[in-house]
């Protein structure tokens, strides 16, 4: 089962669900909130960068996600009879109609 099949039978039985990533209200599911994960690229990269410029990775600190990503699917929350507020809809990073 694609993701498309999944988030079309969650509204077929109007399960209201949230993901960890923006793949799912692209494909049709309500809200996703989840790292970043382009952002979680560039990192990955920068710290691959510094290990081989010789930096011992035991030195290396260790770092927490602090960029996390909102995306919500209008078209889906009126498909449910949801309206999404307002305040939620400023800080989503995008928002599908």
Do not use: W
């Not at 309500?30 to 790292?35: I, M, V």
């Not at 996600?65 to 699917?73: D, P």
């Amino acid at each position: 089962m694609d993701l498309v099949q999944l988030c079309a039978l969650a509204l077929a039985h109007y399960v209201r669900s949230a993901h960890k990533f923006r793949d799912f209200p692209l494909s049709g599911g309500l809200l996703s909130y989840g790292p970043d994960v382009p952002a979680l690229a560039v990192r990955a990269a920068q710290l691959v960068t510094r290990v081989l410029e010789d930096a011992k990775p035991a030195e290396m600190p260790v770092q927490q996600r602090t960029r996390f990503a909102l995306v919500t699917n209008v078209r889906t929350a009126k498909a449910l009879g949801l309206d999404i507020p307002q305040r939620l809809l400023v800080r989503a990073q995008e928002v599908i109609h």
